[in-house]
């Protein structure tokens, strides 16, 4: 059985998926941008969108050959790109991300906290290293950018964005994936908290809760098998996943001063999954 994750569930039916970035051309020029994990999937996505928008993008995480391809594509877009090796879950490795996207790039404008770590198992079977290996990523690694970031955009004065990309599954919750539920929850309590601690210092703090996106590594890791792909589709009112561009154009937004006065919200872009739960009859 083939899947096209990008059609009705039940058969065929193309739908409307996005055309180049919804802003107007060069809406983040001359803006600085980091994104983690951005050499992939979603993350490549957005880095990629800010580029065609005129945003200068570091790209980080630990893969050097993966970011270093991700920011060769970045500089066809005519902006300044970087890749910096980085493990989140290292504060001194976080410091230096910072450092050296300032050096080479100028002042950080925007943080994207996209990296994130996930695989399935049973909770009572869960070991101490999964469970920390994955919060250790998510919660500590979103906190240690979020910090390390807002530090140096208090420096310059001119504030800046930080976007935590979450998951529905932070608040429906998620058997199987306990410590990315929790790790991801505790991301938009940071979210809100940040946002209120952070708003006199002109820093904005919001996230984007995605349901599963087609053609990604969580999608092609968590449900490899065609039946669940399936499944996962029936639970999605919408009848198809999003496609990264359509979570890209809503980062690009939420990055951008045209929404200069929303902050400490948690976006949800899921085709309407997750509030069919409870739903008796669909
Ligand atoms: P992905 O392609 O699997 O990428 C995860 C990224 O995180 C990789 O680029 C990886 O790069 C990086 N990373 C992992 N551990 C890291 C660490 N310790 N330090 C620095 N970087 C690290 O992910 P995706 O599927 O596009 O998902 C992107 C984001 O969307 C994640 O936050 C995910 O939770 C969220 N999300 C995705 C979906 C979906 O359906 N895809 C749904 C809901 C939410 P390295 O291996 O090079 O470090």
Redesign the pocket.
Known sequence: MSMNFNSKADGGEEVLTAKGPMLRDGALKGKVAIV??????????MAKTFAHLGCNVCV?????E??EDAARELRQFGVKALAV??????PE?VDALIERTTAELGPIDILV??????FTVKSLDMSVNAWKSVV???LN?TWFCSQRAARAMTQTGRGGVIL??????AMTGNPYTVH?ASA?AGVIAMTKTLAVEWASLGIRVNA???????D???????WPDPEKAAYVLSQIPAGR??N?AE?ADMASYLVSDYASYITGSTFVI?GGRWLSKGAFSM
């Open positions: 983690t994990g951005g050499g992939t999937g979603l993350g490549r996505e980080a995480s630990r893969k050097q993966v970011i090796p980085t493990d989140v879950r290292s490795q906290n996209n990296a994130a770590g996930n250790e990523i998510v690694g935590n990309i979450v998951s529905t599954h990315s991801k984007i809760a995605p349901g599963p996106i087609e990604t590594g969580a999608v092609r890791q968590l996943m999003a990264k979570v899921d």
